[in-house]
């Protein structure tokens, strides 16, 4: 997941909307969102490779979302799959930030009325504040172009009294380029770095392969919606939380 803009208990409708962009290689072997057999009411896509994934929910009323954090300055570091935190996070059973070494991450988490941050980067953990906060691949609401433009975008659509699902992910189809002066400076070349500034990621062998939507209205209930870009397709899933 590289990009997630979050609606936390702004809407009167809505206590909770996401909206989330997942980048990875076109190669990458990949189940689309379901609810997984192995975890009881757990409702996410699957990395088939190492296993965990990069956001869900589940019907007893937590969430997690997770991106990389992007420095290629590091070293890399050979820790466990990050994708796994996401799991772990949904069955309320996240380890403490500091039980194994891992590649940088951000994490939004919690139960969906108790969402918290982390970062491993930072090394804090902190309550979500109410409001409209945006993600990418560094820090909670750093001010990257593409995460400022959806946010502005996302809080016009909010003045709606029940802004329609198509609407929100017209959002994240946006492939505006930054300039070349706004660009972020995580250790790409400037030509890749311009490529990953867009919204809607499209480059050879790498991009955008799908789009995420979770609406958790007042009354518990809940859409999810997963539309896949790379191949094409569209996943539904309407459920009331129970807590």
């Known amino acids: 997941m590289c990009l997630i803009v979050l609606a936390y208990r702004v809407h009167p409708r809505y206590p909770l909307i996401v909206l989330a962009n997942r980048d990875e290689f076109l190669d990458r072997p990949t189940t689309a969102a379901h609810f997984w057999s192995d975890r009881p009411g757990v409702l996410a896509g699957r990395d088939q490779r190492a296993g965990g994934t990069w956001m869900g929910v589940s019907t007893y009323g ?3 979302a997770l991106t990389n954090h992007r420095d290629l300055r590091k070293a890399p570091i050979d820790g466990p799959s990050r994708g796994e935190l996401v799991v772990r996070a949904l069955e309320g059973e996240l380890p403490a930030m500091d039980e194994q070494p891992m590649e940088g991450y951000n994490l ?3 139960p969906i009325d108790s969402l918290n941050y982390r970062s491993n980067v930072l090394s804090m953990e902190v309550p979500l504040s109410n ?3 945006g993600l990418s691949n560094a820090h909670l609401d750093t001010p990257w172009p593409k ?3 959806l946010k502005r975008s996302f809080a016009e ?3 709606l009294p029940d802004p329609h699902p198509d609407a929100m992910f017209d959002l994240l189809l946006d492939r505006t380029i930054a300039a070349d002066e706004d660009l972020p400076d995580t250790g ?3 030509l890749r770095e311009r490529a990953l500034s867009a919204a809607f990621i499209v480059t050879p062998g790498y991009g955008t392969r799908c789009s995420t939507l979770l609406l958790v209205d007042v009354q518990g209930g809940a859409h999810y919606e997963e539309r896949t870009h790379q191949p094409p397709g569209r996943v539904l899933e309407l459920f ?3 807590q």
């Open 131 to 133: 409001g409209i906060h």
């Open 108 to 110: 939004i988490h919690g």
């Open 62 to 64: 937590r969430f997690a």
């Open 157 to 159: 659509l909010l003045e």
């Open 147 to 149: 995460v400022e433009r």
């Open 188 to 190: 790409l070349d400037n």
């Open 240 to 242: 009331n939380i129970t």
